[in-house]
């Protein structure tokens, strides 16, 4: 099997490493990942020819943007890599939850109706005298402004925890019923990393549904009556005249399966690995969502041409209950 | 005729008729307007009712939304009512809609208003 590298950061030294591996090896696998969304480049001409406006851009390039493609150097440009898992030889990107396709269609809609997004810089300061009157970038765009939205995110309060023997890790861990490692401990909503019998493994979810859903399952356990929580996660926003629902749960994805099309501000993206829905995301598509759900919790593979029919009801896909046993000669179901 | 939904209406009644019932194939949902007032049809294996079709959350169409037994889903954001009585049955729908009397008259649905 060819061996598979990957080199994280799209500096001079990254561009070089890759460039190298390839020179090497050529039938390696290379993959060069990035937060920049420029190829690499170098930085000396960003104090000298560049600044003064002497070269353009293209001219600090360490090699022009089509070689990597030309030499099988796989890219992921404006990609943060989040965490590296040394054992699993795995590499975790925070960019991409959505995808670069959807996450272009929905940068679309804001840039239709005015909205300029900013990437690669980040805030310096506010000013303003009684109130803010402007924001200051990094790299020294300023901003006049009458109020000002600030998207922090939350850190789940477990302060009160310390020392308590309850296992903490991203959030209080619980199990399905919402149970701590602690009996008779039990934690629900956006603090709880929750184990999900559908997916498998650990997942935190900051969403009103879960809230809703989960403090109920949490409840009815201490009552002793208790079903594993398996909720499929759901999220809507309504982001001007369009509805935005995301359903299920996913973080990479081997296709993505799309009805309708992408620029035409209606259509439902699915995230498939090995055949199987594992979450949707829907654009004025609310429909084609819910009756997405199905399929996602049914974790079993779908049709891939029906799902991207329009004209095929998602309802029609759900694999049927007795499939399996029917397929089965020597067991026929009761009843 | 839905026995049901007739039960108790008299002489002076004030049933309209607001849609053949053959537009609304069991399992499915239709949206008519009654005095400038938008009203869903469910038709749930033969019997029909009909809701308010503004969904009390953000006001959307509930007749664009899924059937299931005599539930009915908005689509917006997921509210669920029966559509028998009009009641919320899973948030975030902070209130019920109102739920109308119906009868069949032939082929044509009526709605008590």
Same mark, same amino acid.
């Given at each position: 099997m060819?061996?598979s590298?990957?080199?994280?950061?799209?500096s001079?030294a990254?561009?070089?490493?890759a460039?190298t591996l390839?020179?090497?090896?050529?039938?390696?696998r290379?993959t060069?990942?990035?937060?920049e969304?420029?190829?690499p480049y170098?930085?000396?001409p960003?104090s000298?020819a560049?600044?003064?406006?002497?070269?353009p851009?293209?001219k @600090?390039?360490?090699?022009?943007?089509s070689?990597?493609?030309d030499?099988?150097?796989?890219?992921?440009?404006?990609?943060?890599?989040?965490?590296i898992d040394?054992a699993?030889?795995?590499?975790?990107?925070?960019?991409?939850?959505?995808?670069?396709?959807?996450?272009?269609?929905?940068?679309?809609?804001?840039?239709?109706?005015?909205?300029?997004?900013?990437?690669?810089d980040?805030? @310096?300061?506010?000013e303003?005298?009684?109130?803010v009157a402007?924001?200051?970038?990094?790299?020294?765009?300023?901003?006049?402004?009458?109020?000002?939205?600030v998207?922090?995110g939350?850190?789940p309060?477990?302060?009160?925890?310390?020392?308590?023997?309850?296992h903490?890790?991203?959030?209080?861990?619980?199990?399905?019923?919402?149970q701590?490692?602690i009996?008779?401990?039990?934690?629900?909503?956006?603090?709880a990393?929750?184990?999900?019998p559908?997916?498998?493994r650990q997942?935190?979810v900051?969403?009103?549904?879960? @809230?809703?859903?989960?403090?109920?399952a949490?409840?009815?356990?201490?009552?002793?009556?208790?079903?594993?929580?398996d909720?499929?996660h $759901?999220f809507?926003?309504d982001?001007?005249d369009?509805?935005l629902?995301y359903?299920?749960?996913?973080?990479? $994805?081997?296709?993505?399966?799309?009805?309708g099309r992408?620029?035409?501000?209606?259509?439902?993206?699915?995230y498939?690995?090995?055949?199987r829905?594992?979450?949707?995301?829907?654009?004025?598509? @609310?429909?084609?969502?819910?009756?997405a759900?199905?399929?996602?919790?049914?974790r079993?593979?779908?049709?891939?041409a029906?799902?991207?029919?329009?004209g095929?009801?998602?309802r029609?896909?759900?694999?049927?209950?007795?499939?399996?046993?029917?397929?089965?000669?020597?067991?026929?179901?009761?009843? | 005729?839905?026995?049901?939904?007739?039960?108790?209406t008299h002489m002076a009644?004030n049933?309209?008729t607001v849609?053949?019932?053959n537009?609304?194939?069991a399992?499915?949902l239709a949206?008519?307007?009654?005095?400038?007032t938008?009203?869903?049809?469910?038709n749930?294996?033969?019997?029909?009712y009909?809701?308010?079709d503004?969904?009390t959350?953000?006001?959307?169409?509930?007749?664009e939304?899924d059937?299931?037994g005599t539930?009915?889903?908005?689509?917006?954001?997921g509210?669920?009512?029966d559509?028998?009585?009009?009641e919320?049955?899973a948030p975030p729908?902070?209130?019920?809609?109102n739920?109308?009397?119906?009868?069949?008259?032939?082929?044509?649905?009526?709605?008590?208003?």
């Amino acid at each position: 099997m060819a061996k598979s590298y990957v080199v994280v950061g799209t500096s001079l030294a990254g561009a070089t490493a890759a460039i190298t591996l390839r020179d090497g090896n050529a039938d390696a696998r290379v993959t060069l990942i990035g937060a920049e969304r420029e190829p690499p480049y170098e930085r000396p001409p960003l104090s000298k020819a560049y600044l003064r406006g002497e070269a353009p851009f293209e001219k @600090a390039l360490v090699r022009p943007s089509s070689f990597y493609a030309d030499h099988g150097i796989e890219t992921l440009f404006g990609a943060r890599v989040t965490r590296i898992d040394p054992a699993a030889h795995r590499v975790e990107l925070v960019d991409g939850v959505l995808g670069e396709s959807v996450g272009q269609a929905i940068a679309e809609l804001h840039r239709a109706h005015g909205v300029r997004a900013i990437f690669e810089d980040s805030v @310096a300061a506010f000013e303003g005298t009684s109130r803010v009157a402007r924001v200051v970038t990094k790299a020294g765009l300023r901003l006049d402004c009458d109020m000002v939205i600030v998207g922090i995110g939350i850190e789940p309060a477990v302060d009160m925890l310390e020392g308590s023997g309850i296992h903490i890790d991203n959030g209080i861990v619980v199990d399905e019923f919402c149970q701590t490692n602690i009996s008779g401990i039990y934690a629900a909503g956006d603090v709880a990393n929750h184990y999900h019998p559908v997916f498998d493994r650990q997942i935190r979810v900051e969403h009103w549904q879960n @809230a809703l859903k989960q403090g109920a399952a949490a409840a009815r356990h201490m009552l002793g009556g208790g079903v594993a929580y398996d909720e499929i996660h $759901w999220f809507w926003s309504d982001q001007y005249d369009a509805n935005l629902q995301y359903a299920g749960f996913h973080t990479k $994805w081997d296709e993505l399966v799309v009805r309708g099309r992408l620029d035409s501000g209606s259509f439902l993206a699915c995230y498939v690995t090995d055949g199987r829905i594992d979450a949707a995301v829907g654009l004025n598509r @609310a429909k084609d969502v819910r009756r997405a759900m199905p399929l996602i919790r049914a974790r079993r593979p779908v049709n891939l041409a029906q799902l991207r029919d329009e004209g095929v009801d998602l309802r029609s896909l759900l694999p049927s209950p007795d499939a399996t046993s029917t397929s089965d000669a020597g067991s026929k179901p009761l009843g | 005729m839905d026995v049901d939904a007739d039960e108790g209406t008299h002489m002076a009644d004030n049933f309209v008729t607001v849609i053949d019932t053959n537009k609304i194939p069991a399992g499915s949902l239709a949206v008519v307007d009654v005095r400038g007032t938008r009203i869903a049809v469910a038709n749930v294996g033969g019997r029909f009712y009909a809701f308010d079709d503004t969904c009390t959350h953000e006001e959307c169409s509930l007749a664009e939304g899924d059937l299931a037994g005599t539930t009915v889903t908005c689509m917006c954001h997921g509210a669920e009512f029966d559509v028998r009585t009009g009641e919320v049955l899973a948030p975030p729908a902070p209130l019920p809609v109102n739920a109308y009397r119906t009868r069949v008259e032939g082929d044509s649905l009526q709605i008590e208003v």
